[in-house]
């Protein structure tokens, strides 16, 4: 049964993934790369890892779609179908990403996984306790660092989208 | 159940919409004319293209909401140890949300909040 | 006598015994999809009569009296209605997003009130991150009426959807960060253990007390707001509008945001039931000894008292400007929440809690 999902859920990835970058429509483009994400996170779900499953859908279904999705409408024209590359890009592009998929492929094939004796579901509660932890393997100053991090993203976002007022 | 009450719903879900679609086309009346297949505006045909370009302003709110949710996101593992870590999840709560505070008052006096 | 209590359990067994594991499996699943769907149309189309009874009242009007003793059937002579309509749209329409839309819309909320205990056993999924996962999938609902509007090429419905997707994803934060301060008193997420802490130390709202009633008055306010509900409809404001994101759906196609729309209600004042009163435990605890007393009654008895007061905020409060709509979320509620976090911290810090 997993392992019959594991295969839909991976089989919706690569068909919606080739689809995004074909499409020549850019909402639909847009509509499959959330397709993606969504196949995505229901793997978490699948191995157990909900937390991330969830945070899977939360950001990157909710948030980072959204705001592709307005990104898009900013720009002119997008009834306009995109152009078509042209051959020598599209070989271009095909050779590197089957580079890419050689190389993963070769690091995932060489890799000496050894099988989990133990299994135990991650729980939310573990997460919490590692980030609060200020001992060893402790994440509590990456935690207060990423508060920074999401104030950098503020401040960047509202030069970039009020640029021009704000220099006059 | 687990994890495949999930599925189960969602193809209840997908059989509802596709049931109910096929239902309705075979009992609805049907009918066409040339006006019909206008889009719905104010009676007369419909001036300019609708996919056009949208104000920065939607964008910007976008990202602020992104911000703020990948923040929810790293709060629901504090919150949920909050009650066994207790003294250091508060001063650590207390200057993350005081960084944070930093970048939406930043926003408000660039006035990145006003709808114009 | 405990059959109520046990009912799932019961079938389960039963199941179990007298068919091979993979049958009664598969049964399981069509007993369980038959029941959600069952109560997602009955949640939708009664919610729905009682929204006309109520706005009767309130303006001292009968409201539907005709089909049925007190108009009781007549939600469902407009379902059929609805039904036997053709469908429409028009020539200049992206057919694949436009048709896809109202599967976002409907699949997130089924998946969401799959995820409540309407009793101690009526739950279908009873995961261990329960109150993120809501806020997870109602998430995913806004891209629906985005997908919808754009698709339609209709500049009503583009209008509705943009304004729509700013609303929901603002207040979808303060519904976020108000949950997240009840999740403090309570250190766990999945949605059964929420009601278990509030067996023993009371109703999470008398618990938390200040900073808890301050999460709710958020709550509430944030949740009429994502489910687009009036004073914060301007996605669908007849008067400017026409219907907003939805006006180029017809017949049954269209019934899919309506009815999506109430359900979202319902999801919104079970949320509040189960953070904030005690879910479907009693008042205190008076049936608790009586075993064979249902007690998901209780839980509809408080959602529907809170869907009343979402009902009765449309009729008190006027709609709100686009630029009055993201004042009130981005520099009002958001603050306040975010101090409320705080409070509700150092509150539980210093033992205050009840």
Redesign the interface.
């Known amino acids: 049964m997993e392992t019959i999902l594991f295969y839909i859920l991976s089989a919706l990835i690569v068909i919606f993934s080739i689809a995004s970058v074909s499409s020549r429509k850019i909402l639909r483009a847009v509509t499959y790369l959330l397709f993606v994400l969504i196949a995505i996170s229901g793997i978490y779900f699948l191995v157990d890892y909900s937390f991330l499953g969830a945070v899977q859908l939360t950001v990157y279904g909710g948030g980072v779609i959204v705001l592709i999705i307005f990104s898009v409408l900013l720009v002119h024209h997008i009834e306009l179908e995109l152009e078509v590359t042209p051959l020598k890009k599209k070989i271009i592009a095909g050779l590197i990403s089957a580079t890419g998929l050689g190389i993963t492929l070769w690091a995932i094939y060489t890799f000496p996984f050894t099988n989990a004796t133990t299994y135990k579901s991650i729980e939310v509660a573990d997460i919490g306790r590692k980030l609060l932890g200020y001992g060893d393997g402790g994440f509590i100053l990456p935690f207060e660092v990423i508060s920074v991090l999401l104030l950098a993203v503020i401040i960047g976002a509202i030069v970039i989208a009020k640029g021009k007022k704000l220099n006059e | 159940m687990g994890y495949e009450a999930i599925l189960v719903l969602l193809l209840a879900g997908v059989f509802l919409i596709v049931l109910a679609n096929f239902l309705s086309n075979l009992l609805s009346h049907k009918s066409d004319n040339p006006a019909k297949r206008e889009p719905y505006e104010c009676g007369i045909e419909t001036i300019g293209p609708t996919w056009i370009q949208f104000k920065v302003g939607y964008y910007l709110f976008a990202i602020l909401f992104l911000v703020f949710d990948v923040e929810v996101a790293f709060l629901i593992p504090w919150a949920v140890v909050y009650k066994e870590i207790g003294t250091v999840a508060l001063v650590e709560i207390i200057i993350f949300l005081f960084i944070l505070g930093l970048g939406l008052a930043y926003a408000w006096k660039k006035r990145a909040l006003k709808w114009e | 006598m405990n059959i109520p209590l046990n009912i799932t359990k019961t079938i389960h067994d039963w199941l179990f015994s007298i068919m091979p594991e993979g049958v009664a499996t598969v049964t399981?699943?069509v007993i369980?999809?038959?029941a959600?769907?069952a109560l997602?149309a009955v949640v939708g189309l009664y919610l729905v009569l009682l929204e006309r009874k109520v706005a009767a009242w309130f303006q001292l009007r009968l409201g539907p009296n005709r089909v049925g003793p007190w108009g009781i059937f007549q939600t469902m002579a407009d379902a059929l209605k609805?039904?036997?309509?053709?469908?429409?749209s028009?020539?200049?329409i992206?057919k694949?997003?436009y048709n896809?839309a109202?599967?976002f819309v409907?699949?997130s909320s089924?998946?969401a009130?799959?995820v409540f205990p309407f009793s101690r056993q009526f739950q279908?999924?009873d995961?261990?991150?329960g109150i993120?996962?809501l806020?997870?999938?109602s998430?995913?609902g806004?891209?629906g009426i985005?997908?919808a509007g754009?698709?339609?090429?209709?500049?009503?419905s583009?209008i509705g959807a943009?304004r729509s997707?700013?609303q929901t994803?603002?207040y979808?934060?303060s519904v976020?960060?108000s949950m997240?301060t009840m999740?403090?008193l309570t250190?766990?997420?999945q949605l059964s253990e929420i009601i278990e802490v509030q067996r023993t130390g009371g109703w999470l709202i008398i618990q938390g007390h200040i900073p808890a009633i301050i999460a709710f008055m958020i709550f509430m306010i944030a949740g009429t707001a994502e489910t687009n509900r009036a004073p914060f409809d301007l996605v669908e404001a007849e008067s400017e509008l026409?219907a907003g994101f939805h006006?180029?759906y017809s017949?049954?196609?269209f019934?899919?945001f309506f009815l999506a729309e109430f359900i979202n209600m319902f999801i919104i004042a079970s949320i509040a039931v189960v953070l904030f009163f005690g879910g479907w435990l009693s008042p205190f605890g008076i049936t608790d000894d009586i075993t064979w007393f249902p007690e998901s009654i209780w839980f509809v008895i408080k959602v529907l008292g809170i869907i009343f007061l979402m009902m009765w905020f449309r009729w008190t409060f006027p709609r709100l400007r686009?630029?009055q709509l993201?004042?009130l979320e981005?520099?009002y509620l958001?603050?306040i929440n975010?101090v409320n976090?705080?409070l509700m911290?150092?509150i539980?810090?210093l033992n205050w809690t009840i």
């Not at chain 3, 609805?82 to 429409?88: A, D, I, M, P, Y």
């Not at chain 3, 754009?150 to 009503?156: D, H, P, Q």
């Open positions: 399981e699943w369980v999809a038959a959600y769907l997602f609805l039904v036997s309509k053709e469908l429409t028009n020539t200049k992206d694949f997003l896809l109202p599967y409907i699949l089924l998946i009130i799959g279908a999924l995961i261990n991150i993120f996962f806020f997870a999938i998430s995913i806004v891209i985005l997908l754009w698709s339609s090429n209709n500049k009503f583009m943009m997707g700013l994803i603002s979808e934060l976020g960060l997240l999740v403090l250190g766990s997420l026409g006006t180029e017949g049954m196609k019934a899919y686009v630029d993201l004042t981005w520099k958001l603050p975010l976090l705080v911290a150092i539980i810090w």
